[in-house]
């Protein structure tokens, strides 16, 4: 399946005009927000810690020239960058060329090594299962997939070492727990929720006074992690060390899921969330 940008028009509406505004895509992808951008006149830096996408990335670098700039690197390392940005951009989640991709391990569908790391570097969840003990197992599958039998699957998971995705399929036994169990998986070794906190982070400090952060989200921890960091810029005193004249402030945007229309043309975006703010001063 071809990757499709979720909530690409209300994300676009919600920037409004950005002719000549530069933004951050930090979630690169298949480069589907980053070529709106660029297409509606602004230039950009995208993230992706995915090496599978440096080929699509030099596609648009040819076309767009010095408008484009790709940084193969994790998003939290947004934080090193010395730019200001009018916008910066999350499509969290995982995309759809990395879940029909058979050997990267994130699917239950396909037979493959049980590998499921986005950047391709560290320990495959395979090898984290050596690590990993049962008490740390079933906390994933709780906080990460509300998995119910997680103590159960946990012990199963340390008596079989299961090495493949069809291995690990196969010992849990009710089929809803399948996609739960590789979803929690997945972001547990690629340390997800981490590397939003550390992003979300940098954000005041990246944007411009007007600037914009907008995130789409798929995971109820993901929107739980974002809303709460939007409302806590929108609502929190701020720092009492710095003047009140220096503190960054910001205003909630509309938050929008998407239409009727774009699921069913879409079914991976029917539980997606966008939310924004902006930077007032």
Same mark, same amino acid.
């Given at each position: ?29 298949? *480069? ?8 509606? *006149?602004?230039?950009?830096?995208? %993230?992706?810690?995915? #090496? ?15 408008? %484009? ?33 058979? !050997? ?62 069809? !291995? ?36 005041? *400090? ?33 720092? #009492? ?20 229309? !774009? ?19």
């Amino acid at each position: 399946m071809k990757h499709i940008p979720v909530l690409l028009d209300s994300v676009m509406d919600a920037l409004g005009d950005i002719r000549g505004a530069h933004i951050l895509d930090a979630t690169f992808g298949a *480069g589907g927000y980053t070529c709106a951008f660029l297409n509606a *006149g602004a230039s950009v830096v995208a %993230f992706d810690r995915d #090496p599978n996408v440096a080929d699509d990335a030099k596609i648009i670098k040819r076309e767009f020239g010095e408008k %484009f700039e790709f940084v193969p690197r994790p998003f939290s390392a947004m934080a090193e960058l010395t730019d200001k940005f009018d916008a910066i951009v999350f499509d969290l989640g995982i995309s759809s060329m990395q879940i029909d991709n058979p !050997e990267r391990g994130f699917s239950f569908r396909a037979d493959a090594p049980l590998d499921m790391r986005m950047s391709g570097n560290g320990p495959t969840v395979c090898e984290m299962f050596e690590q990993w003990t049962v008490a740390d197992i079933t906390k994933i599958l709780r906080d990460y997939g509300d998995v119910k039998p997680a103590v159960a699957i946990a012990n199963a998971i340390k008596q079989k070492m299961p090495k493949t995705t069809f !291995e690990l399929r196969d010992l849990i036994h009710n089929p809803r727990d399948i996609a739960p169990t590789f979803q929690a998986l997945r972001i547990a070794v690629n340390d997800e929720m981490g590397e939003l906190q550390r992003a979300l982070a940098a954000v005041p *400090g990246l944007l411009k006074i007007g600037g914009k952060c907008i995130c789409v989200t798929f995971h109820s921890l993901e929107d739980r992690i974002v809303k709460n960091t939007f409302r806590d810029w929108t609502t929190a005193p701020g720092d #009492p060390r710095m003047p009140q004249t220096a503190q960054p402030k910001f205003e909630l945007m509309r938050a929008q899921t998407p239409t009727k229309q !774009e699921v069913e043309k879409n079914p991976r975006a029917r539980s997606a969330h966008m939310r924004g703010v902006k930077k007032s001063c």
